[in-house]
């Protein structure tokens, strides 16, 4: 099956620092990628919606000057955390699809980060 | 906003009987429907998924049935086994804002009992 892999897994980082998260479709192409957000013990929120070669489209209440999110490439998209603080830590999961709807997403693995 | 919902945080059940896990969803627009198993620090796992223009599907020891007029989704697992242990979330699919999108309940936390 399509697999999605995410690059780190774990990442602490001091507050006021960047820190970016890698996104990857493994073996096809993502048209599509999406970056959701889960606080601990609750449910993905979606963060915002990503088409290669062109700008994100965030969710209401979502900084995107905060959270950066790149895809650069029909594999690749980053998110990238801007002058982290504690309140950012969280479990960041990437899903990506290969059509036009996204009815079929594929999850990547997460990323943990934490902010000291 | 639209929201799905869930009625039980958490269910516990016996090794090998059958789990029943519900999901009330409340856009009339969405016309797709996923389960997935999350484990602790992992991402979602997909389990099984319907349509709208279905009211029941069946996978390996997983039947999702779907009622539209209550807006209702049920996970059934039958025989349930202690690596069913995790947390389960319902998603439906649905163009919002003008593209399309999953939204996921609060999520149940199956805990099975050897």
């Known amino acids: 099956g399509a697999v999605v892999s995410q690059h780190p897994s774990r990442v602490i980082c001091k507050s006021g620092t960047s820190v970016k998260i890698e996104c990857r479709s493994l073996d096809f192409q993502a048209t599509t990628m999406f970056w959701y957000r889960q606080f601990p013990k609750q449910s993905l929120m979606l963060m915002a919606t990503s088409n290669e070669g062109s700008k994100a489209t965030y969710e209401q209440g979502v900084e995107k000057d905060k959270f950066l999110i790149n895809h650069a490439s029909l594999t690749l998209s980053t998110l990238t955390v801007t002058s982290a603080h504690p309140e950012d830590s969280s479990f960041y999961i990437c899903s990506a699809a290969s059509g036009t709807g996204a009815n079929t997403q594929y999850f990547g693995p997460g990323t943990r980060l934490t902010v000291l | 906003g639209e929201s799905v919902g869930l009625h039980l945080p958490t269910l516990s059940v016996q090794e090998g009987d059958n789990s029943i896990i519900n999901c009330a969803y409340s856009n009339s627009a969405s016309d797709y429907f996923i389960w997935y198993k999350q484990e602790s620090g992992k991402g979602p796992q997909f389990i099984i998924d319907i349509r709208s223009n279905m009211d029941k599907r069946q996978g390996q020891r997983v039947t999702v049935l779907l009622n539209k007029t209550v807006k209702h989704l049920s996970l059934q697992i039958a025989a349930t086994q202690p690596g069913d242990s995790a947390v389960y979330f319902c998603?439906?699919?649905?163009?919002?804002?003008?593209?399309?999108?999953?939204?996921f309940g609060s999520g149940t936390r199956l805990l099975v009992r050897p």
């Open positions: 998603a439906e699919g649905g163009f919002m804002d003008s593209s399309y999108k999953l939204i």
